[in-house]
């Protein structure tokens, strides 16, 4: 092996070590769990097990950290995607929303899961279980549109 090629792979080899030392926040911070959506909206069961399998460990304080979520730098991507999943919604603070951003939530979720924007492509190739079948994609609408119809009813 020539010189520099092999000088090059023990430099990544110490900053892969390296890196493993920097902190990465996996907290789940703990808050009221009357506050979640799937308690606030009383979900049905099918439904609360499709939504913690595809959404809840982005978009909540609940989050599972599988065991690789442990090594950088795979670690500081899976803590970004959770970061960002919880600033945009966070399922575990939906009684903190303002009740009138709630249909427009709502209706945001409908429009992600039609599109199939959501659950990420990448994250169902890594959890088979969060893809959403399109029998279970009827579900969620359905119900989806169910908790809109309360807002809408609470609106005249």
Known sequence: ????????????????????FVPVDKENP???RNS???????????????MRNACYDCHSNETIWPWYSDFAPVSFVIANHVEEGREHLNF??????????????L??????????????AGYVKLH???????DGKVLIMDWLDSVLSTYEIIDK
């Open 36 to 50: 979640d959506f799937l308690i606030v909206t009383q979900a049905p069961e099918d439904v609360q097990l499709i």
């Open 1 to 20: 092996m020539k010189k520099g090629i092999k000088f090059t792979l023990w430099v990544i080899l110490i900053i892969l070590v390296a890196i493993q």
């Open 30 to 32: 703990i808050g009221d």
């Open 128 to 134: 088979a279980e969060a893809n959403i079948s399109e």
């Open 107 to 120: 209706k945001h979720m409908k429009k992600e899961i039609n599109k199939n924007a959501m659950p990420l």
């Open 92 to 105: 575990s603070n939906w009684g903190n929303y303002e009740s009138s951003d709630h249909p427009s939530i």
